[in-house]
Protein backbone atom coordinates (compact mmCIF):
# COMPACT_ATOMS: atom_id res chain seq x y z
CA UNK A 1 0.00 0.00 0.00
CA UNK A 2 1.68 3.30 -1.21
CA UNK A 3 0.11 5.26 1.70
CA UNK A 4 1.47 3.23 4.25
CA UNK A 5 5.01 3.25 2.85
CA UNK A 6 4.82 6.91 2.31
CA UNK A 7 4.00 7.45 6.24
CA UNK A 8 6.49 5.05 7.14
CA UNK A 9 9.52 6.87 5.38
CA UNK A 10 7.46 10.14 6.62
CA UNK A 11 7.99 8.95 10.33
CA UNK A 12 11.24 8.13 9.90
CA UNK A 13 12.75 11.29 7.78
CA UNK A 14 11.24 12.66 11.08
CA UNK A 15 12.68 11.13 13.42
CA UNK A 16 16.11 12.11 11.57
CA UNK A 17 15.58 15.44 10.81
CA UNK A 18 14.56 16.00 14.65
CA UNK A 19 18.04 14.47 15.84
CA UNK A 20 19.48 17.11 13.34
CA UNK A 21 17.10 19.98 13.59
CA UNK A 22 18.15 22.90 16.05
CA UNK A 23 15.61 24.80 17.88
CA UNK A 24 14.67 25.92 21.91
CA UNK A 25 11.49 25.19 23.56
CA UNK A 26 9.90 28.55 24.77
CA UNK A 27 7.25 29.74 27.62
CA UNK A 28 7.01 28.73 31.03
CA UNK A 29 3.03 28.66 31.55
CA UNK A 30 2.76 27.11 35.16
CA UNK A 31 -1.20 26.82 34.08
CA UNK A 32 -2.41 23.01 34.60
CA UNK A 33 -2.15 21.43 31.67
CA UNK A 34 -5.31 19.53 29.66
CA UNK A 35 -4.77 15.99 29.36
CA UNK A 36 -6.11 14.95 25.48
CA UNK A 37 -5.63 11.78 23.85
CA UNK A 38 -4.74 11.64 19.92
CA UNK A 39 -8.33 11.29 19.37
CA UNK A 40 -9.02 15.16 20.52
CA UNK A 41 -6.82 16.21 17.57
CA UNK A 42 -7.75 13.80 14.92
CA UNK A 43 -9.58 15.43 12.47
CA UNK A 44 -11.07 14.21 8.92
CA UNK A 45 -8.54 13.79 6.06
CA UNK A 46 -8.65 11.11 3.38
CA UNK A 47 -5.76 8.73 3.06
CA UNK A 48 -4.00 10.36 0.17
CA UNK A 49 -5.31 13.65 0.36
CA UNK A 50 -3.03 16.53 1.05
CA UNK A 51 -3.30 18.40 4.37
CA UNK A 52 -4.96 21.85 4.48
CA UNK A 53 -5.22 23.43 7.79
CA UNK A 54 -8.92 24.15 7.54
CA UNK A 55 -9.16 20.45 7.70
CA UNK A 56 -8.68 21.56 11.66
CA UNK A 57 -11.54 21.93 13.80
CA UNK A 58 -12.35 24.67 15.99
CA UNK A 59 -11.67 22.62 19.14
CA UNK A 60 -8.15 21.67 17.58
CA UNK A 61 -6.93 25.42 15.97
CA UNK A 62 -8.14 26.30 19.76
CA UNK A 63 -5.42 23.62 21.39
CA UNK A 64 -2.34 26.25 19.69
CA UNK A 65 0.14 27.12 22.21
CA UNK A 66 -1.93 25.53 25.17
CA UNK A 67 -0.45 23.32 27.96
CA UNK A 68 -0.97 20.06 27.67
CA UNK A 69 -0.64 16.40 28.54
CA UNK A 70 -0.88 13.54 26.08
CA UNK A 71 0.01 9.69 26.18
CA UNK A 72 1.46 7.78 23.30
CA UNK A 73 4.47 5.89 22.73
CA UNK A 74 8.33 7.35 21.47
CA UNK A 75 9.13 6.48 18.14
CA UNK A 76 12.07 4.06 18.38
CA UNK A 77 15.25 6.04 16.92
CA UNK A 78 19.14 5.52 17.65
CA UNK A 79 19.52 6.86 20.76
CA UNK A 80 18.80 5.49 24.03
CA UNK A 81 19.32 8.10 26.65
CA UNK A 82 19.62 11.50 26.97
CA UNK A 83 16.63 12.36 24.26
CA UNK A 84 15.83 15.84 23.78
CA UNK A 85 13.86 15.60 20.31
CA UNK A 86 11.39 12.66 19.39
CA UNK A 87 8.48 11.69 17.67
CA UNK A 88 5.42 10.99 19.58
CA UNK A 89 2.85 8.51 18.38
CA UNK A 90 -0.31 7.32 19.11
CA UNK A 91 0.21 3.63 18.69
CA UNK A 92 3.22 0.92 18.63
CA UNK A 93 0.96 -0.89 16.58
CA UNK A 94 -0.53 1.50 14.22
CA UNK A 95 1.59 4.60 13.70
CA UNK A 96 5.02 4.11 11.66
CA UNK A 97 4.53 0.59 11.94
CA UNK A 98 1.73 -0.89 10.62
CA UNK A 99 -1.61 0.08 8.76
CA UNK A 100 -4.17 2.62 9.58
CA UNK A 101 -1.55 5.47 10.11
CA UNK A 102 -2.27 9.28 9.48
CA UNK A 103 -1.33 12.68 9.91
CA UNK A 104 -2.96 13.27 13.16
CA UNK A 105 -1.11 10.15 14.86
CA UNK A 106 2.06 11.78 15.25
CA UNK A 107 3.71 14.74 17.44
CA UNK A 108 7.47 16.19 17.08
CA UNK A 109 8.23 17.12 20.51
CA UNK A 110 11.43 18.91 21.56
CA UNK A 111 12.12 19.04 25.02
CA UNK A 112 13.08 22.08 26.73
CA UNK A 113 16.63 23.13 27.17
CA UNK A 114 18.18 20.81 29.90
CA UNK A 115 15.54 18.53 30.05
CA UNK A 116 15.32 14.93 28.31
CA UNK A 117 14.26 11.20 28.56
CA UNK A 118 14.89 7.72 27.57
CA UNK A 119 13.66 5.51 24.93
CA UNK A 120 11.18 2.62 26.72
CA UNK A 121 8.66 0.59 24.42
CA UNK A 122 5.80 1.10 26.85
CA UNK A 123 3.47 4.51 26.83
CA UNK A 124 4.85 7.78 28.05
CA UNK A 125 2.90 10.93 28.79
CA UNK A 126 4.09 14.05 27.39
CA UNK A 127 3.59 17.09 29.26
CA UNK A 128 4.02 20.79 27.23
CA UNK A 129 3.22 23.48 25.35
CA UNK A 130 1.12 22.36 21.86
CA UNK A 131 1.88 24.37 18.67
CA UNK A 132 -0.11 23.69 15.59
CA UNK A 133 3.12 24.12 13.40
CA UNK A 134 3.67 22.10 9.56
CA UNK A 135 6.90 20.52 8.75
CA UNK A 136 6.96 19.70 5.34
CA UNK A 137 9.78 17.70 3.11
CA UNK A 138 11.21 19.73 0.35
CA UNK A 139 8.95 18.21 -2.24
CA UNK A 140 6.09 20.17 -0.18
CA UNK A 141 4.82 16.69 1.32
CA UNK A 142 3.28 17.64 5.12
CA UNK A 143 4.87 14.90 7.48
CA UNK A 144 3.83 16.49 10.15
CA UNK A 145 1.48 19.47 11.74
CA UNK A 146 1.60 19.06 15.31
CA UNK A 147 4.58 20.16 17.44
CA UNK A 148 5.12 20.02 21.40
CA UNK A 149 7.38 21.99 23.72
CA UNK A 150 7.89 19.08 26.01
CA UNK A 151 8.67 20.16 29.89
CA UNK A 152 8.48 16.30 31.37
CA UNK A 153 7.80 12.72 29.87
CA UNK A 154 6.11 10.05 32.64
Known amino acids: MIFKS ?7 VLSLLLLTGSGEARGDDKAKPQNLTFDDIKFEMKKGS ?6 LTKKINALDEKKI ?4 YILPGFQQKGITQFV ?20 LVEME ?11 VSVTGKF ?5 S ?3 GNTLAIYRLDGEAVK
Do not use: Q, W
Not at 6 to 12: D, E, I, P, Q, S
Open 69 to 72: TIRG
Open 50 to 55: RFKREM
Open 88 to 107: LVRDNMECCFGPGAALYDCI
Open 131 to 135: KISEF
Open 113 to 123: KGKSTSFTVRP
Open 6 to 12: HFTVACL
Open 137 to 139: DPD
